[in-house]
């Protein structure tokens, strides 16, 4: 049987390969989104980030951020020079529109103290174990749990 050279078996993949990197150039500014992502929150401060993300460079590259509503497109519209200058790119542009879905953990080490109202509805939940070490234990994760609820902001 006769073995095929490279070039038959995959001479097609060439003309593909030309679609492909035809396909990338039409989104090439697209490509420095990651790197602009990753420095979204600290060009623009946690409050900002949670209301307004990064959604796509235009042709003319400037950075179209959604927002969580017309008020926050507003108001950061009136920042947009300055962030440009951040991001190191020509012009932002804000419009609401969808943000991304994140569930932020508490920063490491803001434990907030359980009030005395915490501590009574957990020795309240703990009351009916018997064991007074694990009722301890219990009692003090569920006022640490209420006090740590308490302290996250909403978003």
Not at 97 to 107: C, D, K, Q, T, V
């Given at each position: 049987?006769?073995?095929?050279?490279?070039?038959?078996?995959?001479?097609?993949?060439?003309?593909?390969?030309?679609?492909?990197?035809?396909?990338l150039?039409?989104?090439?500014?697209?490509?420095?989104?990651?790197?602009?992502?990753?420095?979204?929150?600290?060009?623009?401060?946690?409050?900002?980030?949670?209301?307004?993300?990064?959604?796509?460079?235009?042709?003319?590259?400037?950075?179209?951020?959604?927002?969580?509503?017309?008020?926050?497109?507003?108001?950061?519209?009136?920042?947009?020079?300055?962030?440009?200058?951040?991001?190191?790119?020509?012009r932002?542009?804000?419009?609401?529109?969808?943000?991304?879905?994140?569930?932020?953990?508490?920063?490491?080490?803001?434990?907030?103290?359980?009030?005395?109202?915490?501590?009574?509805?957990?020795?309240?939940?703990?009351?009916?174990?018997?064991?007074?070490?694990?009722?301890?234990?219990?009692?003090?994760?569920?006022?640490?749990?209420?006090?740590?609820?308490?302290?996250?902001p909403?978003?």
């Amino acid at each position: 049987m006769a073995r095929r050279s490279e070039r038959e078996r995959f001479g097609g993949l060439d003309r593909l390969g030309a679609d492909v990197r035809a396909e990338l150039d039409r989104h090439g500014a697209q490509a420095g989104m990651v790197e602009l992502l990753d420095r979204w929150p600290a060009a623009v401060g946690a409050e900002i980030a949670r209301r307004a993300w990064p959604a796509r460079f235009a042709r003319d590259g400037s950075l179209h951020v959604n927002t969580a509503d017309s008020v926050w497109a507003f108001e950061l519209g009136q920042q947009g020079d300055e962030i440009a200058a951040r991001l190191g790119v020509p012009r932002v542009r804000f419009a609401p529109g969808p943000l991304p879905e994140r569930a932020e953990a508490p920063a490491v080490g803001s434990t907030a103290e359980p009030s005395p109202a915490d501590l009574a509805e957990a020795r309240l939940a703990a009351a009916g174990i018997a064991d007074p070490e694990l009722r301890e234990i219990v009692q003090r994760a569920a006022s640490l749990g209420l006090a740590q609820s308490r302290s996250i902001p909403p978003v």
